[in-house]
T-cell receptor, first 113, second 114 residues
Framework: SQTIHQWPATLVQPVGSPLSLECTVE??????LYWYRQAAGRGLQLLFYSVGIGQISSEVPQNLSASRPQDRQFILSSKKLLLSDSGFYLC????????????FGSGTRLTVV | AQTVTQSQPEMSVQEAETVTLSCTYDTSESNYYLFWYKQPPSRQMILVIRQEAYKQQNATENRFSVNFQKAAKSFSLKISDSQLGDTAMYFC???????????FGTGTRLKVLA
């Protein structure tokens, strides 16, 4: 069966520090991978998506970047965190477009202090 | 641009009762999909139900059903026989066929009361 792992679950980082959040998928090949951010009182905002190794599409210009070094690994990074980067980050995967839906990871709560 | 609107930030329902969560969307596309996701306190997003826009029949999954009104661009979720475990944030989402992206609403926080 397919599973998605996301870590860490919670993270407190000082302003200006780097960030690396990792997401891996098991049990499938060539998944579409996504990073979403959920700010308090808001819906989910798509940050990045990837349809293959090294292929990254950015939806919102910001302080973050994403990379996909392996087929089932998706990394969200920042060189210098801002207070506004605080939020709940969700990784997700899907096999195909269409009515199949995403499978989400368990999320990372990031607090920038 | 596509938009999804959930006008009810919070709702509550008594256990075993029925509740309906509202969602409206706006799209110029003819082929799209609609979804309801549940996010319990654990924060894990769980797919509840999905609907293809070209299907007239409303989707049903056990106690969960939708009322899809395509002309009105409305996609409401009905939860029957509410259970305490239904307490969660519920998100409505749309996806245009041929794209990879959901557009999410801002969510409705549902509390089921004992």
């Amino acid at each position: 069966s397919q599973t998605i792992h996301q870590w860490p679950a919670t993270l407190v980082q000082p302003v200006g520090s780097p960030l690396s959040l990792e997401c891996t998928v098991e049990g499938t090949s060539n998944p579409n991978l996504y990073w979403y951010r959920q700010a308090a009182g808001r819906g989910l905002q798509l940050l990045f998506y990837s349809v293959g190794i090294g292929q990254i599409s950015s939806e919102v210009p910001q302080n973050l970047s994403a990379s996909r070094p392996q087929d089932r690994q998706f990394i969200l990074s920042s060189k210098k965190l801002l207070l506004s980067d605080s939020g709940f980050y969700l990784c997700a995967w899907s096999v195909l477009q269409g009515p199949y839906g995403y499978t989400f990871g368990s999320g990372t709560r990031l607090t920038v202090v | 641009a596509q938009t999804v609107t959930q006008s009810q930030p919070e709702m509550s329902v008594q256990e075993a009762e029925t509740v309906t969560l509202s969602c409206t969307y706006d799209t110029s596309e003819s082929n799209y999909y609609l979804f309801w996701y549940k996010q319990p306190p654990s924060r894990q997003m769980i797919l509840v139900i999905r609907q293809e826009a070209y299907k007239q029949q409303n989707a049903t999954e056990n106690r969960f059903s939708v009322n899809f009104q395509k002309a009105a661009k409305s996609f409401s979720l009905k939860i029957s026989d509410s259970q305490l475990g239904d307490t969660a944030m519920y998100f409505c989402a749309s996806m245009t066929s041929g794209t990879y992206k959901y557009i999410f609403g801002t969510g409705t926080r549902l509390k089921v009361l004992a």
